[in-house]
């Protein structure tokens, strides 16, 4: 139980396009879910968390216009990077939680060129 | 930001040692957890340990923590070539309605056959 998956899991685009990465909960319900970069051989970054029919909230020096995350039902929370340029690329994980859980539940990741 | 630390940053062992990493924090904590990563894929949640625990096992996992001085260590028994991966601790904090987690910065872990 508790499978996270994400699409694409790879993705080249060229600079100044926006690229859609999916975080779907497949078995269960996850109220919340959270987006994170990592860097190569670095740690996990948050950056954002998402909670269904709200507003993402946006960690400190994030920007929201760059990062859009919808959260419009319990199993789908989207990140779309807009206007993409080299430097956002990076691997993008996504977690989910039940309510009130305290363990997360990661997608594969996504990694996303930008040439 | 992250405030975790770990040590070490990288280890290499040989199949059926033992591994241990160290994971130290900085504030309060409802609870530690460890996670596990392979190259290039998502994490997987290994055992989560609690503020009140001091010790919880989990297969060839041992995992301890001491909040007076705020640190945690993850012990792999026999250790296999399949155990090559990073690990990562993380401390849960309340921010608002939502429980998230700090990163340690990880151990690479290397278990040669």
């Known amino acids: 139980g508790a499978v996270v998956s994400q699409h694409p899991s790879r993705v080249i685009c060229k600079s100044g396009t926006s690229v859609k990465i999916e975080c779907r909960s497949l078995d269960f319900q996850a109220t919340t879910m959270f987006w994170y970069r990592q860097f190569p051989k670095q740690s996990l970054m948050l950056m954002a968390t998402s909670n269904e029919g709200s507003k993402a909230t946006y960690e400190q020096g994030v920007e929201k216009d760059k990062f859009l995350i919808n959260h419009a039902s319990l199993t789908l929370s989207t990140l779309t990077v807009t206007s993409a340029h080299p430097e956002d690329s990076s691997f993008y994980i996504c977690?989910?939680?039940?309510?009130?859980?305290?363990?997360?539940?990661f997608g594969p990741g996504t990694r996303l060129l930008v040439l | 930001s992250q405030q975790g630390e770990e040590d070490p940053q990288a280890l290499s062992i040989q199949e059926g040692e033992n591994a241990t990493m160290n994971c130290s924090y900085k504030t309060s904590i409802n609870n530690l957890q460890w996670y596990r990563q392979n190259s290039g894929r998502g994490l997987v949640h290994l055992i989560l340990?609690?503020?009140n625990e001091r010790e919880k096992h989990s297969g060839r996992l041992r995992v301890t923590l001491d909040t007076s001085k705020k640190s945690s260590s993850l012990l792999i028994t026999a250790s296999r070539a399949a155990d090559t991966a990073s690990y990562f601790c993380?401390?849960?904090?309340?921010?608002?309605?939502?429980?998230?987690?700090?990163w340690g910065l990880g151990t690479s872990l290397a278990v040669n056959p």
């Open positions: 993380a401390t849960a904090y309340e921010a608002g309605n939502n429980r998230k987690l700090i």
């Open positions: 977690s989910a939680t039940l309510p009130r859980g305290e363990t997360q539940y």
């Open positions: 340990i609690r503020s």
